[in-house]
């Protein structure tokens, strides 16, 4: 069983950059595929990204392409989300989750079996 930790959140200003990273403990974390959500008060949990176990494939939703970058260092048991060019809109708790059942990264938070406790991100216009 893997226990997540978030952290990289904070305050910043539109067009600014932050990297989150997740950190992973008590399981095997290259045998994991991962993702980063989001929410906001009142909305559901949103796919942000995903990466397969090794590193190679990852998947965006469209509102970050281009601008959020996700990566994975197995060795160091750590994911990590790098978001240039912030928008106030990208304003959520981000949070990580993993999945152990297979290699696919899906966009819906019901796959996903471990979850961390999040981090929030502020974006101000």
């Known amino acids: 069983q893997v226990q997540l930790v978030e952290s990289g959140g904070g305050l910043v200003q539109a067009g600014a950059s932050l990297r989150l990273s997740c950190a992973a403990s008590?399981?095997?974390?290259?045998?994991?595929?991962m993702s980063w959500f989001r929410q906001t008060p009142g909305k559901e949990r949103e796919f942000v990204a995903g990466?397969?176990?090794?590193?190679?494939?990852?998947v965006y939703v469209d509102s970050v392409k281009g601008r959020f970058t996700i990566s994975r260092d197995n060795a160091k048991n750590t994911m990590y989300l790098q978001m240039n060019s912030l928008k106030p809109e990208d304003t959520a708790v981000y949070y990580c989750a993993a999945r152990g059942d297979n290699d696919y990264v899906s966009r819906q938070p019901y796959n996903y079996n471990y979850w961390g406790q999040g981090t929030r991100v502020t974006v101000s216009s």
């Open positions: 990466i397969r176990r090794s590193g190679v494939i990852s």
């Open positions: 008590g399981g095997i974390f290259s045998s994991y595929a």
